[in-house]
């Protein structure tokens, strides 16, 4: 069994060289042209989004087009280039949405000023409230990105409040309450 090939270090020299994961390493391929800090933005989003996507074990259909949707609006990449990424996303979930996760902070800390990081923030819970519920480890895991962001609890807190009625914790006290 070759061990480098079932986990592609073979491949991509220069992305291990720079630490940066398969992710980007494949990205750098697909996006050929693209400056390197543009490849990270990019990887680094699309990681943190799969991230939360996966939090709960279910990289669902609607968490997918939610993903779809904002790398194309944001990043402005092509339908081809996006769907490339979803399926890498979903293909190799294990290695690219824990393994490899702290990857995705780093490169976005690396090229995003703080606005985009907030963009990046309300972005994920886009994602996360996909299917009309940010479930608490979704919650959690964005909590925690957050901070790897070095955005505030202040900054975390109000974009949290925009999803508030989608928020698991309080839909259960609102069912119980009732």
């Known amino acids: ?34 400056s390197v800090d543009e490849i990270k933005l990019v990887a680094g989003w699309a990681g943190l989004l799969g991230r939360v996507a996966n939090a709960d074990m279910d990289l669902s ?16 990449l092509d339908a081809t280039s996006v ?8 293909g190799k979930r294990v290695e690219l949405l824990s ?44 909590r925690m990105i957050s901070r790897s962001l070095f955005l505030s609890h202040d900054e975390f807190i109000e974009i949290r409040s925009k999803f508030r009625d989608k928020l698991a914790v309080l839909k259960n006290s609102k069912s119980r309450n009732s």
Do not use: P
């Open 83 to 90: 769907s490339a990424i979803t399926d890498l996303l979903a």
């Open 1 to 34: 069994m070759d061990f480098k090939k079932i986990f592609g270090m073979g491949k991509h020299k220069e992305a291990r060289d720079r630490n940066l994961g398969s992710l980007f390493a494949a990205l750098e391929d697909m996006l050929a042209g693209k």
């Open 99 to 142: 393994v490899e996760d702290h990857f995705y902070t780093r490169m976005i800390n690396d090229v995003a000023g703080r606005e985009e990081k907030l963009a990046l923030l309300e972005s994920l819970f886009h994602v996360a409230a996909a299917d009309d519920i940010v479930r608490q480890n979704e919650d959690a895991t964005i």
């Open 61 to 76: 259909g609607e968490e997918i087009a939610g993903i779809r949707e904002i790398m194309e609006k944001i990043h402005g």
